[in-house]
């Protein structure tokens, strides 16, 4: 069975870069059978699909975020990664990564979630 | 951007049947899912292709659509039902997804 841990900084400065990376164990990411998505929840909002990409590196994203949403693979750690650049306080939210399970076609493995914070 | 609308709360008494309902221009051609999200838990898929119940899920739970509105019911629901709702779905492309607004059920 998969299980997901995100990880990476609880505060960043705002207009700098948000970097977080999702540890996957229990399968391998270049399993074809899943893609791997980011989702996030501002405090008080509700889910915000940030992007996804597939076992072939192939990646969709939010087009509200396309422009500072980046997305990959780290395929030698089995694990994979995002960045977001330019961060102002409107990105301060939990940050969860998923396993989206292409046969029923729902994400269907969570992380607990980071929470990251933008502020000075 | 594509955009699902969901109203943001719903509240019936135990035993009730709830109805929480999700607006998108694509639903007549992208399935609707249905998450349920608990404080502090992962959410957890209750209905997926618009109608089918993942096992484990109570049958009280059920999802139905037409045009472009989906529905999610719950049946008889129960205290233990009170959550945030989230439908997700894509837009007309399937390249982008999209997760409504959420919908608070209160079971009280």
């Known amino acids: 069975q998969l299980h997901l841990q995100e990880s990476g900084p609880g505060l960043v400065k705002p207009s700098e870069t948000l970097s977080l990376t999702c540890n996957v164990s229990?399968?391998?990411?270049?399993?074809?059978?899943?893609?791997w998505g980011w989702i996030r929840q501002p405090p008080g909002k509700g889910l915000e699909w940030i992007g996804t990409i597939y076992y072939t590196g192939t990646t969709y994203y939010n087009p509200s975020l396309q422009s500072r949403a980046t997305a990959s693979l780290g395929t030698a750690k089995n694990q994979f990664s995002l960045t977001l650049t330019s961060v102002t306080a409107a990105d301060t939210a939990m940050y969860h990564c998923?396993?989206?399970?292409?046969?029923?076609?729902?994400?269907?493995?969570w992380g607990p979630g980071i929470m990251v914070t933008v502020s000075s | 951007s594509y955009e699902l609308t969901q109203p943001p709360s719903v509240s019936v008494s135990p035993g009730q049947t709830a109805r929480i309902t999700c607006s998108g221009e694509a639903l007549p051609k992208k399935y609707a899912y249905w998450y349920q999200k608990k404080s502090g838990q992962a959410p957890l898929v209750v209905i997926y292709e618009d109608k089918k119940r993942p096992s484990g899920i109570p049958e009280r739970f059920s999802g139905s659509g037409s045009g472009t509105t989906a529905t999610l019911t719950i049946s008889e629901a129960q205290v233990e039902d009170e959550a945030d709702y989230y439908c997700?779905?894509?837009?007309?492309?399937?390249?982008?997804?999209?997760f409504g607004g959420g919908t608070k059920l209160t079971v009280l």
């Open positions: 997700y779905s894509t837009d007309s492309s399937g390249d982008h997804e999209v």
């Open positions: 998923a396993s989206f399970d292409t046969g029923l076609m729902v994400y269907d493995t």
């Open positions: 229990g399968g391998s990411i270049t399993n074809f059978t899943f893609y």
